[in-house]
């Protein structure tokens, strides 16, 4: 076999992913985009990265699939037996403090960058972000993934305090889509889970409902839709 194969083949993967975690005045925004990508291999186009731990708090998964799963898993198998225990729900920074106790002592061997959010009656919205290494930052604003890098100064000009639910909602679904536009690792759709003092509520944005921006060419769903479409046309000379 030829050896660029098997270096091509041999090389770890690149995940990519866009997470976004965002307070408002009332509660905090979750939002993803939904491609699950191995390399250059779209694994999955529809993925769900946000999981939820208990019936107050989710957590943005990004790095590697497999990683996030189980730290997910670990913690809201924890969380429910902290519950059961205190007979109240969990707090957002003790589920925060989980997830950084697994990522921190097992950091050589996950690949996973995590976003907690939620809502409980003693702090309000709270969002804290894990990223690899297990550090614990809480922020009123959390970006991570592939698609994080080209939105930072959208962030620093965009968010502000005491944001309205609409205003967080639109705000994580201009920066899915504008992540989405520029990176190719994140794409499909853009889910967001809004939670506050009245419960969760998810909503679902479908590729082709999300804001074009510049040189980006419309969705379509089929290839037919594509060599269907006109030409451009012939340039004369």
């Known amino acids: 076999m030829d050896l660029n194969l098997m270096a091509d083949l041999n090389a770890p ?12 005045n009332g509660g905090v925004v979750l939002g993803a985009d939904s491609r699950t990508s191995t390399g250059m291999y779209v694994a999955n186009r529809a ?7 208990t019936d ?17 898993d670990y913690v809201r198998y924890f ?26 002592g097992n950091k050589n061997m996950l690949q996973t960058g995590l976003i907690v959010g939620g809502w ?14 297990g550090t614990l930052i809480e922020q009123p604003f959390a970006i991570g993934g ?17 944001m309205t639910k609409e205003e967080a909602e639109q705000l994580v679904v201009k920066a899915v889509s504008l992540a989405i536009a520029r990176d190719g690792a994140s794409g499909g759709v853009v889910r967001t889970v809004t939670i506050n003092s009245e419960g969760v509520s998810r909503k679902f944005y479908p590729g082709d409902t999300l804001p074009l921006w510049h040189e980006e060419l419309e969705a379509h769903t089929s290839l037919l839709d594509i060599l269907n479409a006109p030409g451009p046309e012939p340039m004369n000379i």
């Open 47 to 53: 993925s769900d990265k946000i999981t939820e731990l």
């Open 56 to 72: 107050n708090v989710y957590v943005c998964r990004s790095g590697s699939a497999a990683d996030s799963q189980i730290v997910s």
């Open 146 to 162: 592939s698609g994080s890098s080209y939105l930072y100064g959208f962030f620093d000009q965009a968010w502000k305090e005491g």
């Open 120 to 133: 409980d009656k003693y702090e309000g919205g709270k969002i804290y972000g894990v990223p690899l290494g």
């Open 13 to 24: 993967h690149s995940m990519g992913t866009t997470i976004i975690g965002v307070t408002y």
């Open 79 to 104: 969380l429910h037996q902290h519950t059961i225990q205190l007979g109240q729900p969990a707090t957002v920074k003790v589920a925060a403090n989980l997830i950084r106790l697994i990522a921190y």
